[in-house]
């Protein structure tokens, strides 16, 4: 299991990832910095963790208004194609891609 070396707010964190992951990680550890950055810069006297918190609170709400949307498009496709299975498969692969994601967010090693 390949191991990489992320930054997040100036600090190196050692990652495992899933062989031909790891730039994928590198790219959702700059999201993160991105999202700190922006509370770094709205409160000045804040501590890391906390920034760490925020920016873990944002992306969760991100990831949880993208599954809602993903549902209600599902569900208004199928009432409006009478379950077409193309687009059925479409919605159900773009799930599974969400849930990948959130399942790698959860289970990091951060």
């Known amino acids: 299991m390949p191991q990489i070396t992320i930054m997040v707010n100036g600090h190196p964190y050692a990652v495992a990832c899933d062989p031909g992951q790891e730039q994928h990680l590198r790219d959702l550890a700059r999201i993160i910095e991105?999202?700190?950055?922006?509370?770094?810069q709205q409160a000045?006297?804040?501590g890391?963790?906390?920034?760490?918190?925020?920016?873990?609170?944002?992306?969760a709400d991100e990831l949880h208004e993208a599954?809602?949307?993903?549902?209600?498009?599902?569900?208004?496709?199928?009432?409006?194609?009478?379950?077409?299975?193309?687009l059925a498969a479409g919605i159900e692969k773009l799930a599974r891609r969400i849930e990948t994601v959130a399942e790698r967010l959860e289970t990091a090693h951060i």
């Open 34 to 40: 991105s999202k700190m950055t922006g509370f770094a």
């Open 44 to 46: 000045l006297r804040a």
């Open 48 to 59: 890391e963790a906390r920034l760490l918190v925020l920016a873990a609170l944002v992306l």
């Open 67 to 86: 599954n809602e949307a993903l549902r209600r498009a599902g569900t208004e496709a199928a009432r409006a194609n009478g379950d077409d299975p193309a």
